[in-house]
């Protein structure tokens, strides 16, 4: 039994590492063909024949790595890049990174992934970057995937103002605040819209949550403000 749960322990390892740290692309995957190998070994010292999923998983490393091994190029090779989004969304991930602005990458990503939010986040960074109502319908469909999804209610959030719904938008942003209030802006454009709708109280307890000390510095300026009316 060990031999066959350590080798996927260390190959979760690998892929926690490249996702999380980046860094050095070509040697943490070798490392990954290395432990599918060792899978693929054990398993058949084991009396095991080696699974057609570990022969995928092998032919996917290995293309990742002849992927990474080319200097970067200004547009991705779209044949090679459609066959590592297919057979790892661990590689997907990657390639988002990489390529942002890749709109057919995106679009074969959603397609591929379905009820992921990270695939619908690389469309809308490949397409509307500057997050506009055209990103709205993708927005939404992250939060019926998500609703605990802080930047997508952040996202949301910057819509409803372009929108002219400051109601609707001061909601998104609270939404956004409460759940891990990403890039620190949902509870500090939460404060800024209830001030300017002159909520001043409610302001202040939004300015307070943020985990930065000059946005919640507003929170005092809005209480000496009070204090001197």
């Keep these: 039994m060990k031999l066959r749960i350590i080798p996927w322990l260390a190959l979760l390892t690998v892929i926690v590492s490249t996702y999380r740290f980046g860094g050095d692309f070509w040697r ?65 991930r990657m390639l988002w990174r990489t390529y942002p602005s890749e709109p057919a990458l995106a679009n074969l990503a959603v397609q591929l992934y379905p009820g992921q939010a990270a695939p619908l986040y690389w469309l809308i960074s490949a397409t509307d970057p500057k997050i506009t109502e055209q990103s709205k319908p993708l927005i939404e469909e ?5 609703p605990r999804d802080g930047l997508a209610w952040r996202y949301l959030g910057i819509v409803l103002i372009q929108e002219g719904d400051i109601q609707g938008a001061i909601e998104a942003h609270i939404h956004s605040c409460y759940n891990g209030d990403p890039g620190s802006n949902g509870c500090g454009n939460a404060g800024w819209l209830l001030e300017e709708e002159g ?31």
């Design 28 to 92: 943490l995957n070798q490392l990954g063909v290395n432990t599918v190998h060792l899978k693929m070994t054990s398993q058949t010292r084991a009396g095991f024949a080696p699974s057609a999923a570990d022969n995928d998983a092998l032919a996917c490393h290995q293309e990742w790595l002849q992927f990474v091994r080319q200097p970067k190029a200004l547009s991705p090779d779209l044949e090679q890049a459609s066959r590592l989004i297919a057979c790892s969304p661990t590689n997907m």
């Design 142 to 146: 992250i939060l019926r995937i998500n």
């Design 199 to 229: 909520r001043y109280e409610e302001a202040i307890s939004f300015f307070r949550l943020s985990r930065h000390k000059f946005i919640r510095a507003n929170a005092d300026r809005l209480e000496e403000m009070l204090k001197e009316h």
